[in-house]
């Protein structure tokens, strides 16, 4: 619902979605359904431990998007899983027909990479890229039929760009206290000894 991501999500699958979304909202407002959305930013231990046009963490290469200075928010699914757990047990006023996010950590591509480079102790190969190019190739994949390469173009896209979609700062005040935040690199740390990559 960020005007950034509507303003991508041109394709059918998006477009989708984003009806369903407002078929929501609108059953919400004339009493027909209740909801409480959790919304994210990227799923680092998703992007950490399986290759993507991102990341390699087994070839240890990672790819600057657009310089990698843009401030981004991710979570962890551990620590999602909390915040649901937590939200369940709020009171209902605080979270009907409510859309919560909620962000653990805030980074940029650059803290990436040397955070990795510091759990790793070893340097890691870096590229540069654009957003742009990772969206043209998502849709590319899409007319394949290639979801995955689909869905990965769009969330680069909408995660990286730095036009604030992918960048909850008020995530960072929920569940402050009710459920821990780790930080970048005890994230990469267990990502990184998952994998076994030292």
Known sequence: MHPHAIAIGGSSVLAAKLAS?????????????????????????????????????????????DGGEKKMTGVTTSFIAKCIGAIVAMPEEATKNQRIRIAEVVYTGKDLL???????????????????????????AGKRGDLRGFYLGNI???????????????????????????????????????LNVQ
């Not at 040397?114 to 590319?140: F, I, R």
């Not at 730095?162 to 740390?189: C, N, P, T």
């Open 21 to 65: 979304v407002r078929r929501l909202q609108s059953l919400a407002e004339v009493g027909q359904l209740e909801f409480t959305t959790l919304v994210t930013g990227a799923f680092l231990d998703f992007w950490l431990e399986n290759t993507t046009p991102v990341i390699s963490p087994l070839s240890k290469t990672i790819t600057l998007l």
């Open 114 to 140: 040397h955070t990795l480079e510091e759990v790793t102790g070893m340097k890691w190969t870096v590229s540069n890229g654009s957003t742009d190019y990772a969206l043209k190739e998502g849709l590319e």
């Open 156 to 194: 680069i896209k909408i995660n990286f760009k730095g036009e604030g979609a992918g960048y909850f700062e008020e995530g960072m005040q929920w569940m402050d206290g009710a459920v821990h935040r780790q930080s970048l690199k005890e994230i990469a740390e267990k990502s990184m000894s998952q």
